[in-house]
């Protein structure tokens, strides 16, 4: 079967369960343009001197003047957005991931580390393979059949089309730009097989029998078993290649895909279900760093000696099992967001924990294939390249995930407060309290209420963050006055959040009109290029909640060289945070942050309750 580009916006879905309310869903709006110039001085002024401030408030002024560029931009951009199921998800689709050029690796993938499973050998390795590919293929089903629950958030049902694409996708790397193939499921002759990946070996394994049902528990480890026999031995390390700069693998990759046997391997690869890839042991670590290298493991790999080459990083969804009890994934960004991998992931656990009732073995049952790549020395020294600049990435991530255990989001719910918005302004306390200052920051948002949502930016740096966290560090202020600016800080962050949760945020606005500007071969207006959109979108905070049930956090790296990357999942009793930096700033240290966070959190409660207490 050809391969399928599909545009996005051009996505049919069937009215089923799944998408049976995905027709009645609004489309993403177009903010007022004062409002949004409005909005953006409000975040912008903590970040920008006086005289700085005052510059971009006068090219603000001038861009929002009745008949001034501005204007035309929102007109033009509005009747976009009547001609479209979404105005923004093709753009963005192109300007956040097809269009970035960076390695997929650290800058644009997230792991996911999942929660630590007890067994420590490789019997025990691939014994929870078979039940988590069994998981996968289970979730499979429902999405299959459209019977997946439709997602809510407040009562408000979501767009589910993320779903559709997770398991039957692939990136493609391209010299310019890159593309998303995709094989759906409603679509003759879906991919019935995955791919399985060990010491550097791909294997394509069909995991339904003739009669169209999955293989079983004990078939697939059968499987896993013999893959594991014919493939004892490293082989050159194929998969390393796409961990390069896109436009460098997207040359390499047209050279590899002139041969056959390679085109029939990467065909193979792409239109695989998901991969599974079983990884040789990790590092010793202690208690405490063994979820920082899991971490580690799960968003690179460790490098060329570890697990890197052991990946293609291109592929939707890489699961990742290592044989001492440590697991999780690796998925390619552009798909999906977080959301939607966290209910796979809670799907498969919960599967696994019930210790389903083995099934009956299926007919048809067919030999792993191995995948095969005719390497020239021409590829070899291109592997060996990647190999080594990979290296250098991995050698540069500073990771730490870590368990919260003083409390989770319970606590805040009991003091009225929201739980991400707690977190958030831990976060900006946290960071004022290492740096002395403010700084840029990003949480993701979702704005899957419309139709083909995906994300909005939420400001977390506002003025009332950073009047709770000067505050903090002035010892004339009581507890009172410190606990009342929390509260401040709390409620404009959640504000901020209703804003780009309901398509009314600042950053997807401004990103459409400059777009918009480019698409017409108008210039970009002055406003749009000034200091303050480059200042407030230099995020040295890059944020995002991701929620499991269970005992999972993803991680991803820092979006800016002198920034962390942090994500947290807050639950009942306790928080499960990942911070990443890059060890060649000398500005940024994950422990020196982790450590602020810790105590941020610990003081907050405190004043709270504090507070609490001298008002009885």
Known sequence: ????????????????????????????????????LDNFLLTVKPLLTEEEYLNTQKLAEEFGKTRATGHKLQELLQE????????????????????????????????????????????????????????????????????????????????????????????????????????????????????????????????????????????????????????????????ILTTGHRNDWGRVYKKLAKDKTNKASLDEIQRSIFILCLDKPLEHGTPDTRVSIVANQVNHGGGSQWNSGNRWFDKTLQFIVGNDGSCGLNYEHSPAEGPPIATLIDHCMDYIKKHPKEKSPVPGMTEPRKLKFSLSEDLLQDIDKASDRMDELVEDVDMMAFYFPEFGKEFSKSQKLSPDAFIQIAIQLAYYSVHKEPCATYESASTRRFQLGR?????????????????????????????????????????????????????????????????????????????????????????????????????????????????????????????????????????????????SLTDMRDILLQSSQAKL
């Open 80 to 239: 976009r957005a009547k001609k479209l199921d979404s105005w923004l998800a093709d753009w963005w689709l192109h300007a956040a991931y097809l269009d970035f050029r960076s390695p997929v690796v650290v800058h644009s993938s997230p792991g996911i580390v999942f929660p630590v499973q007890d067994y420590h050998d490789e019997q025990g390795q691939l014994r929870f393979a078979a039940r988590l590919i069994c998981g996968a293929l289970d979730f499979k089903q429902m999405i299959d059949s459209e019977m997946l629950e439709v997602d809510m958030l407040g009562g408000q049902p979501l767009c589910m089309t993320q779903y559709y694409k997770i398991l039957s996708s692939c990136r493609i790397p391209g010299v310019k730009d890159d593309k998303i193939v995709c094989y759906p499921p409603d679509k003759p002759n879906p991919p019935k097989h995955i791919v399985v990946a060990h010491n550097n070996h791909f294997f394509a394994l069909d995991v339904y029998g003739s009669n169209g049902k999955p293989l079983s528990i004990d078939q697939l480890h059968k499987q896993l078993l013999r893959i594991m026999e014919h493939s004892e031995h490293p082989t050159p390390r194929v998969g």
């Open 1 to 36: 079967m050809a391969r399928k580009v599909i545009p996005v916006s051009n996505l049919k879905l069937p009215q089923t369960r799944m998408f049976a309310v995905q027709h009645l869903l609004p489309r993403l709006p177009v903010p007022s343009l004062q409002q949004t």
């Open 455 to 599: 994300t909005e930016t939420i400001r977390s740096c506002s003025i009332a963050s950073h009047e709770f966290a000067k505050a903090m560090h002035d010892e004339t202020k009581s507890s009172r006055e410190k606990a009342d600016l929390l509260r401040k800080a709390v409620l404009a962050h959640r504000q901020y959040t209703n804003d780009a949760i309901n398509g009314q945020g600042v950053d997807r606005h401004l990103l459409g009109l400059k777009l918009t500007a480019v698409e017409n071969g108008m210039n970009v207006p002055e406003f749009l290029m000034d200091t303050a959109v480059t200042t407030s979108t230099h995020f040295k905070l890059s944020t995002s909640q991701v929620s499991a049930k269970c005992e999972a956090v993803l991680c991803f790296g820092p979006v800016v060289p002198d920034g962390y990357g942090i994500c947290y999942n807050p639950q009942a009793s306790q928080i499960i945070f990942a911070i990443s930096a890059s060890y060649s700033s000398p500005e940024t240290d994950a422990k020196t942050l982790a450590d602020s966070l810790r105590k």
